[in-house]
Each structure stands twice: as structure tokens, then as C-alpha cells.
């Protein structure tokens, strides 16, 4: 909801339309839309096992598809083919996995995805060493680090660790934790790892991506500076949660948080 009303204050030629609980009841619903966007549950509870047939039709009809956090984690084989078609990689278990550590995003590629914003550092789920497209074909790299050895101290398991990923970091070799890609036929495809920790979508450079991505794989032009919207206050995020706030929550630490990370006040 938060980046639905952001697209749709932005000034853009959009129309964001949020659908909850699932996938829609009434798939007419995404008639006519030029992106979809999926920030659900993933692995055997991803929304679009079911449908990947009709959703082949959407994307050869040229609509875009971004997939957040656990939305990018579909089983190996007909849903993992269809990703690797769509937005170019996904989470394939016993290949990727899914530590908690604090990425640093130096430098970006020239891309419209990355208009506007600035380096930034951030702690979430990154998952990484994901399953691409082979040789990367029509993928832009958009996060890239190292990730440290810590995140591989957890023993192997399908989203743990494995041999292939810690052959990767022993080596050194940066991962990508977002992604965009320009498929065969014209559309666009974007696939972003993290999104676990919602309050991570108060700091500007996190949420800035993840909305020119979105209107990306739209196909609408991505403003210079990026789309813009407007600082997020700890009552933003505390609004619309599906759960009772937890007892030890602090809400003067996420303004402090928002505060170091945009470097203003938000109450």
C-alpha cells in the first residue's frame, strides 16, 4: 500500500492497484495492466504456481513483472523456467540463500532503474547467488556486493547454505541482489532480493529503486532524478499492518533509523 500510494502521488501517468490476500479471485482484474507486481509469500505458496499458463500470456503480451523479497523464491522447474524467462533469475533452494546482513551499494549501472538514486547501506534478508538466465542474457545488474563469509555460518540447507554459493564467496565473486531484464519479447522483468524488514522501505534510496522499477517494467519513462515521492514517517509505516504491534516495539528507534538513514526527522 505504501508503494501504491507513492506511485500514485507521483505525478505519473499510473494507476496502482493493490490486491491482498493472494491471488486475485477474479484474474480479469489484471486485464489491462502493464505491470504486475508480487510481494507475497514464495517457494511452494508463490501465488503464481498455479497460473503460470496465464501468466505466459500476460508477459508475451508484453507486460512487465517485478517480484520482491520472497516473491522471487519459486520451485525449481516449470515456475522456475517461467522466472528465469520473465525477470531473468530467482530463488532456487540448495543453489541461493537467504542471510540477514548490511549491504553496501556503492555504485550503479547507468539504467533507468537506478535514476536518481544515491549509494546506500542497509541491513535486510539479501538473498543471494541466485539462479540466472544463462550467460545473463538481457539482465542488468543492479545490486551488486560481496557478501562477507558470516552470512554462510549457518550449516548447509535448502535456503542456509550449499557447496555452489560457498565456492562463490570463497572466490570472491560479487552477487546481485536486484536485478533487471528486457526479454526476448519486449518486456521487462526486475527482480529485487530484499523487502524482509518492512521499516526498510522509510530509507528514500531503498524505496526510490524499487519505484523506478516498477514504472520501468511499466514502460513509462523514468524521470532524471528518479520517481518521486515523499519522506515516510514511523506512523506511514506503522499503518495497515495485519498484526498487533509487539511489546517490545520501539518506535523512537525506527525515527531514529529514518533519521540516519534520510537524514531528517520523521515522526
Given at each position: 500500500?505504501?508503494?501504491?500510494?507513492?506511485?500514485?502521488?507521483?505525478?505519473?501517468?499510473?494507476?496502482?492497484?493493490?490486491?491482498?490476500?493472494?491471488?486475485?479471485?477474479?484474474?480479469?482484474?489484471?486485464?489491462?495492466?502493464?505491470?504486475?507486481?508480487?510481494?507475497?509469500?514464495?517457494?511452494?505458496?508463490?501465488?503464481?504456481?498455479?497460473?503460470?499458463?496465464?501468466?505466459?500470456?500476460?508477459?508475451?503480451?508484453?507486460?512487465?513483472?517485478?517480484?520482491?523479497?520472497?516473491?522471487?523464491?519459486?520451485?525449481?522447474?516449470?515456475?522456475?523456467?517461467?522466472?528465469?524467462?520473465?525477470?531473468?533469475?530467482?530463488?532456487?533452494?540448495?543453489?541461493?540463500?537467504?542471510?540477514?546482513?548490511?549491504?553496501?551499494?556503492?555504485?550503479?549501472?547507468?539504467?533507468?532503474?537506478?535514476?536518481g538514486v544515491k549509494s546506500f547501506s542497509i541491513n535486510d534478508e539479501w538473498y543471494y547467488h541466485m539462479r540466472f538466465v544463462s550467460k545473463l542474457k538481457g539482465v542488468t545488474p543492479i545490486l551488486t556486493d560481496?557478501?562477507?563469509?558470516?552470512?554462510?555460518?549457518?550449516?548447509?540447507?535448502?535456503?542456509?547454505?550449499?557447496?555452489?554459493?560457498?565456492?562463490?564467496?570463497?572466490?570472491?565473486?560479487?552477487?546481485?541482489?536486484?536485478?533487471?531484464?528486457?526479454?526476448?519479447?519486449?518486456?521487462?522483468?526486475?527482480?529485487?532480493?530484499?523487502?524482509?524488514?518492512?521499516?526498510?522501505?522509510?530509507?528514500?534510496?531503498?524505496?526510490?529503486?524499487?519505484?523506478?522499477?516498477?514504472?520501468?517494467?511499466?514502460?513509462?519513462?523514468?524521470?532524471?532524478?528518479?520517481v518521486r515521492s515523499r519522506p515516510l514517517t514511523v506512523r506511514d509505516l506503522e499503518a495497515n499492518q495485519d498484526?498487533?504491534?509487539?511489546?517490545?516495539?520501539?518506535?523512537?528507534?525506527?525515527?531514529?533509523?529514518?533519521?540516519?538513514?534520510?537524514?531528517?526527522?520523521?515522526?
Amino acid at each position: 500500500m505504501l508503494m501504491a500510494k507513492a506511485l500514485n502521488d507521483s505525478g505519473l501517468p499510473v494507476e496502482a492497484v493493490v490486491i491482498s490476500n493472494g491471488f486475485p479471485k477474479d484474474p480479469s482484474v489484471l486485464n489491462g495492466a502493464a505491470t504486475i507486481v508480487v510481494y507475497a509469500d514464495g517457494g511452494g505458496r508463490h501465488p503464481l504456481n498455479a497460473h503460470i499458463d496465464d501468466f505466459r500470456k500476460r508477459m508475451s503480451a508484453g507486460v512487465g513483472l517485478v517480484c520482491i523479497h520472497y516473491g522471487v523464491e519459486v520451485p525449481k522447474g516449470k515456475s522456475g523456467d517461467a522466472f528465469l524467462d520473465w525477470t531473468g533469475g530467482y530463488f532456487e533452494t540448495h543453489w541461493s540463500v537467504n542471510p540477514h546482513w548490511t549491504a553496501r551499494y556503492k555504485a550503479f549501472p547507468k539504467h533507468p532503474v537506478t535514476r536518481g538514486v544515491k549509494s546506500f547501506s542497509i541491513n535486510d534478508e539479501w538473498y543471494y547467488h541466485m539462479r540466472f538466465v544463462s550467460k545473463l542474457k538481457g539482465v542488468t545488474p543492479i545490486l551488486t556486493d560481496l557478501p562477507p563469509d558470516s552470512t554462510l555460518k549457518r550449516p548447509d540447507g535448502s535456503h542456509s547454505g550449499n557447496k555452489f554459493a560457498r565456492a562463490a564467496i570463497a572466490k570472491k565473486q560479487p552477487q546481485h541482489m536486484a536485478w533487471a531484464r528486457v526479454r526476448p519479447d519486449g518486456g521487462r522483468g526486475f527482480g529485487f532480493t530484499g523487502g524482509h524488514n518492512h521499516w526498510n522501505w522509510g530509507h528514500d534510496q531503498f524505496r526510490k529503486l524499487v519505484l523506478n522499477a516498477i514504472v520501468w517494467t511499466a514502460k513509462i519513462d523514468v524521470p532524471a532524478a528518479g520517481v518521486r515521492s515523499r519522506p515516510l514517517t514511523v506512523r506511514d509505516l506503522e499503518a495497515n499492518q495485519d498484526y498487533k504491534k509487539p511489546g517490545n516495539y520501539n518506535p523512537l528507534r525506527i525515527k531514529r533509523m529514518l533519521g540516519q538513514w534520510n537524514g531528517v526527522a520523521s515522526e
